[in-house]
């Protein structure tokens, strides 16, 4: 009797959470409102990097015994080099929608195709960034060369960083995806990490590269 | 069509729970619902199934591929306005009038550019109100503490930008007397 009540019981678990999710009370799945306020969370965090740098882009040897070279970071953007990364970070926010749309649709090839394109154009983006950072070092603006210089690499290396650790996760899921299943919400909430660190070079490159 | 790809599930792999294993391991019973099927949204349930994971003959609710493709192409333009603007002053002449609706056509574009990934790519056009309140949140409390900081930094009066103010004073040096 016990064991027909165990299998009813577990019968019902597998309908009511099918997937091992549960149900909530707001409704929305907490892996995907937990992204939401880290999403959230992160915003101020690059809020401080990007008014940090809009404080000293100007002054980079106004503070005494931290003044360091006049060297600006604007003197020495290469502005379509870095055109060419933002488009590739853009192509990279399409190919992962698309591979959200892919995983809702149980498209399982499609889902790893785009899953692996949008983890190779935030490889390049991420090595576009590199290569820009060794030829300001070359031009003589290292980390410490002066305040501007320090805010600059702070707020581009930590969205550097940001794609980085998206890069590990879209390629964890990929590699998953070929051992187990993927819940097609899980490939959602790496695609809202993806689409905000795009969210956050779109503000990066207008106020620290476009505007004077 | 499987109970699945009605519901839109979207599991992958080796354990498929519209699979006759999965049937009957879960009693033989059909496959149920979707999870996102029991998500109604939090701003008064009017959820006409729009919002993501929900499918309806093998269809999203929410934008399709060729829409998103055609935001895409609505981004890849602003941004090639945006970098234009870079070239403004060579092609229309250096001057405070070019530089000021410059610096306004990137702030513009930069915002519509930001609602257009948060609303479509990421989906908080067609999602809980709860998760725009805590995202709109986050950006708003992000917003003010900064603004408020940046003006205590004197941001708006001495940044050292001549568009705005005068350049900030030099900087002057003391020398300690020896043996002080």
Redesign the interface.
Known sequence: MADVAG??H??IE??????D?H?TS????NA??AM??Y??????L???L??SY??YK??P??I?GL?GSQVRPNELFD??FT?MT??IL??S??T???S??S????D?TR?RLWLGTTALLGALFVGGQIYEFTVFVNEGLGYTTNVASSAFYTLTGFHGAHVAIGIIMLVSMLGL?F???????A??VV??YW??V??VW??I???VY??? | MSSENETGQGHFGKEDPSSPEAEEHSGGVAAPPAPDDRTVPSDGGDDDGRHMGHLDEGHTHGPTDSQYFTIFWVLFGLTALEVSTYFWESWFGEGDVVRRVGVAVLLTIMLIKFALIAGFFMHLRFDAALVKRVFVFGLGVAFVIYLVAMTSMNIWTDNGNPWFNDPPPEVTTTTLPDGG
């Open positions: 299998i009813a577990e019968a597998d309908v009511e959470f099918p997937d999710s149900a707001t409704g929305i799945s995907k409102l939401w306020v999403l959230a969370s992160d915003a101020l690059f809020g401080g990007i008014s809009l404080i100007n002054r040897g106004e005494p003044a502005i379509p055109s933002t488009f853009l192509m926010s399409l992962m929608v698309l959200v749309t995983a809702m649709r149980n399982e889902m995806s051992r187990q299943r993927i819940q097609a919400e490939v959602e695609g809202l689409h905000f795009d969210i779109v503000v490159f207008t106020i476009l505007i004077p």
